[in-house]
Each structure stands twice: as C-alpha cells, then as structure tokens.
C-alpha cells in the first residue's frame, strides 16, 4: 500500500525539450487523387478531393478529408458524428525533405479546449516517382507550442488505489494490484492495469476493448521533483521517451 504522500502524488507536466520521438516514421502516398495513410492504425485510404470520406476502425474520427493545397500544402480534417475534431496542415520544404505541421485537436478533449501545437519532420525516404511530395516516410524530430492540456496530468494515491485525471476530461481510479478498471472519457482506451515497482515507479497498461494497446512507465527522481517516462504504443510498435517536472 502506498502512504498518502506517495512519489507520485501531485501534478506533472511533460518537458517537450526532452522527447524522444519514435525512430520508426509516418508514411503517406499522395498521388492520382488519392491519399493513403500506410501508419495509421487501421491504414485508409481516401479520395484527396476535400470531401469527406469515411474511414473506419478509429475511436477518435470516423471520415477524413484531404484538400491538396499545391505541390507542396496539403490541409487534413477529421470529423466524428458530421462534427469536425481535428484539423491539420502539412507543407514540406521546398528541398523536400523537411515537413512542417499544424494541428488543432479537440478529437478527445470531452468538450473542452483543443490540443494544439506544431511540429517539424525529416524525410526518411521519398515517395514514388511522380507523388505529390508529401508521399514518402517522415519521422516526426520537433514539437513546439504543444498547449499544456495535452502535457499535464494529476495523481493521487489513497490506501492501495490511484486516481489519475487529465485536464482533457480522462480519469481513472485502479487498484495498485494489476486489476483492470475503467477509463473514463477517452474513446480509444476502454480500461487500464496499474501497478508499482518499488516506490519509485509505476506502470499504466492501456486497454481497448480488453486488447492491450500500450503501456507508460513513469520512474521519480529521488529528490521526486522530476521522472523519466516512456509510452510503449503497442499499436504502432513505437516508444516515446520523455522527462517530466512535478508543477
């Protein structure tokens, strides 16, 4: 059992200047009218009129809509319901080989203020001949202006329990033990395990409909100011690395 003023207990904000993003890149073919998303879990592939086109097998939007700017931009949104949740552009460079992106999600924020921010990606490898420049394998290197909604989350331990909520509208209450328990207010994890290592490490295993679908570890620093966290994506077969400050 944990004491009331467990490691973990309190508020911990993500330090985008540590990430440590996946080696393994995102790939996208754009080309004949056609915009296929190869990374994406389940893969789609959608006509790149502007139009909305259903997608299925995603929690979080249910059709994508693709307007190819120029050779160049290339502007993505996501509806769930006819409501539109995410919004994003990509332009690449005119080198080609760096891609900077724009997003505005509020695709799982339960009502409240959208996640945003922008990135940087370099190319790890070209598209076919003759695809929009976009197509190809880019591997995500920078995010900045990321809002603090989608960095900051609370924990709080009682007796052999932690509660754990996010500022997006998440939570859960589990048993220290590894019994799973509910997820509230995210669409695309349905439960979660949580248990610790010591007193200085604990384990959050994310369920969707009982398969397991990642696994985040957080270790405190012994001045328990600070940790080390890694998110192991069990669906994409990617790990992000990253240090956390107690707020």
């Given at each position: 059992m944990l004491a009331a003023q467990s490691a973990f207990d309190g508020t911990w904000k993500v330090n985008m200047n540590t990430v440590d993003f996946p080696k393994k890149p995102d790939v996208f073919l754009l080309q004949n009218g056609t915009y296929e998303c190869?990374?994406?879990?389940?893969?789609?592939?959608?006509?790149?009129?502007?139009?909305?086109?259903?997608?299925?097998?995603?929690?979080?939007?249910?059709?994508?809509?693709?307007?190819?700017?120029?050779?160049?931009?290339?502007?993505?949104?996501?509806?769930?319901?006819?409501?539109?949740?995410?919004?994003?552009?990509?332009?690449?460079?005119?080198?080609?080989?760096?891609?900077?992106?724009?997003?505005?999600?509020?695709?799982?924020?339960?009502?409240?203020?959208?996640?945003?921010?922008?990135?940087?990606?370099?190319?790890?490898?070209?598209?076919?001949?003759?695809?929009?420049?976009?197509?190809?394998?880019?591997?995500?290197?920078?995010?900045?202006?990321?809002?603090?909604?989608?960095?900051?989350?609370?924990?709080?331990?009682?007796?052999?329990?932690?509660?754990?909520?996010?500022q997006t509208g998440q939570s859960y209450t589990a048993k220290l033990n590894g019994a799973e328990a509910p997820m509230k207010g995210d669409p695309g994890v349905t439960s979660v395990s949580v248990k610790t290592i010591g007193k200085d490490t604990l384990v959050e295993t994310d369920m969707r409909d009982g398969k397991v679908i990642g696994v985040f570890k957080m270790t405190v620093a012994a001045d328990g100011k600070t940790a080390k966290l890694s998110f192991d994506d069990k669906l994409q077969n990617r790990t992000t690395n990253s240090d956390a400050t107690k707020q």
């Open positions: 190869k990374s994406c879990t389940p893969p789609y592939v959608v006509k790149a009129d502007g139009t909305d086109q259903p997608v299925t097998g995603h929690p979080y939007y249910d059709s994508v809509a693709i307007k190819v700017v120029d050779d160049h931009n290339i502007e993505e949104t996501d509806k769930k319901d006819g409501k539109v949740v995410s919004a994003s552009t990509s332009t690449v460079s005119s080198d080609g080989n760096t891609m900077l992106f724009t997003f505005n999600d509020s695709s799982n924020t339960n009502g409240g203020p959208p996640v945003t921010g922008q990135g940087e990606a370099t190319r790890v490898a070209k598209g076919p001949a003759g695809s929009n420049v976009v197509s190809g394998s880019w591997r995500t290197t920078k995010i900045e202006g990321m809002s603090d909604n989608a960095t900051v989350w609370t924990y709080k331990a009682s007796g052999d329990e932690m509660t754990m909520t996010t």
